[in-house]
């Protein structure tokens, strides 16, 4: 977009907006008159409302567009940087050669190789005759999935090659004391720190692939299997990051007990002042980076409140502008995987996430190929397996609403 066409933009969502809000207004007048919303009213309201959606998309596709470019400019530095290298355009014989003879293994199988080639691939697992992904195959993995999900765009995120790992978690806090002049200075409760142990659980998905795609040596077979990987692997990640139970999966954001919650003053809905609540309840050290998470039918109802003020609590933003949508002055990121509003549902998340969550990716990826479970449907079958953890690691960094 250029300034003229973001100057457009700014000015249709304002106007749209304040379209929605002079509907709205009309809606809560005739509920306040009747006790009830003139169905044309609601009509004309949910239009509006799927106009602002349209927004909050574009929103986001501005967003990713800008983090593209930016990706962009990071790797054409790096290329330039490897450009300048006196050996540059030698490769490495050894990375080249594990993809070419994966490749070729994924298309033919283990028949296809030779006794040199089978050496050059990584064993995962000899009785399911699964091997190791090269790193190349990891990293674009990764990369999609993290364009996938909320959760890991505002999470710290660690690699391991081990099947767990154990970061440090704060136990106890430095507490101060007054003394007279001269006076005995007794011990004091100290900083103390412990270890939390984050597991990194099995993760698999499966793909189907016809034999004559297989021949056909046009078929991008990798950009098919990536794409069809990284699809069913954030789903997975993306529920379980939110509302996993810890039980052969991560622990999600919703799940962790010592999390604190806001109780909704309605029964079956969410109010202003239940927002404001939660804003209160992180805080202050948190506040700076502080996000708000919900799902897409939540800011539908987000939309339509307003302070004691009269004045409505959320605000639209076009991110180009440098100013996103925002409620109460902090950032909006949709996470499809929040449940709607409903009785004893959790479907906002607030706070830091950044301080609260971390995501740990066990580097490995192996693939199996399986010639004979689909064979009577001409498809060999792919089954991919991974290792992902995640855990709330400072509960009081975020804190949740709970309908009542």
């Not at 007054?178 to 270890?195: D, I, N």
């Not at 003053?265 to 002042?273: F, K, V």
């Amino acid at each position: 977009m250029d300034n003229n066409e973001v100057k457009s933009a700014v000015e249709t969502l304002g106007k749209t907006f304040e379209s929605f809000k002079k509907a709205n207004d009309e809606r809560l007048v005739q509920i306040e008159k009747k006790g009830s919303s003139d169905p044309i009213t609601e009509d004309k309201l949910s239009k509006i409302d799927a106009e602002l959606d349209k927004f909050a998309d574009v929103e986001k596709s501005m967003k990713a567009q800008a983090d593209s470019q930016k990706k962009q400019q990071e790797q054409m530095a790096r290329l330039e940087t490897i450009i300048s290298r006196p050996d540059f355009g030698k490769g490495s014989p050894v990375e080249s050669m594990q993809k070419k003879v994966y490749d070729k293994w994924l298309r033919t199988g283990k028949d296809g190789l030779s006794p040199d080639e089978v050496k050059v691939l990584t064993v995962s697992n000899d009785a399911t005759a699964g091997y190791l992904a090269p790193p190349e195959y990891v990293r674009e993995l990764i990369k999609g999935i993290i364009e996938y999900s909320p959760v890991r765009s505002l999470a710290r995120v660690r690699t391991t090659t081990q099947r767990s790992v154990q970061v440090p978690k704060r136990t106890g806090t430095f507490s101060a004391a007054w003394v007279a002049e001269q006076g005995t200075r007794s011990e004091t409760t100290g900083y103390t720190v412990g270890l939390e142990e984050i597991p990194a659980h099995e993760l698999y998905a499966l793909v189907d692939i016809s034999e004559q795609e297989l021949e056909d040596s046009v078929f991008n077979l990798e950009a098919e299997m990536n794409t069809e990987f990284v699809e069913q692997f954030a789903k997975a990640e993306g529920n379980a990051f939110i509302s996993g139970d810890s039980v052969g999966k991560p622990q999600g954001l919703i799940s962790n007990s010592s999390v604190g919650t806001i109780t909704t003053a309605a029964n079956d809905a969410l109010a202003a002042d239940d927002l404001i609540g939660a804003a209160h309840n992180v805080k202050s050290e948190y506040m700076r980076n502080a996000t708000w998470l919900f799902n897409r039918a939540t800011l539908s109802a987000i939309r339509k409140l307003k302070d004691d003020a009269n004045q409505y609590i959320f605000q639209p933003g076009i991110y180009q502008m440098g100013i996103g949508s925002n409620l109460l002055g902090h950032p909006i990121v949709e996470a499809a995987d929040l449940a709607d509003i409903a009785d004893g549902t959790k479907p906002v998340v607030f706070g830091d996430i950044r301080r609260a969550y971390m995501i740990v990716d066990r580097v490995a990826l192996s693939i199996m190929r399986d010639p004979f479970t689909q064979a009577s449907s001409g498809n060999v079958r792919y089954v991919a397996r991974r290792r992902v953890g995640g855990q709330v690691i400072l509960p009081e960094a975020i804190t949740t609403i709970t309908i009542q």
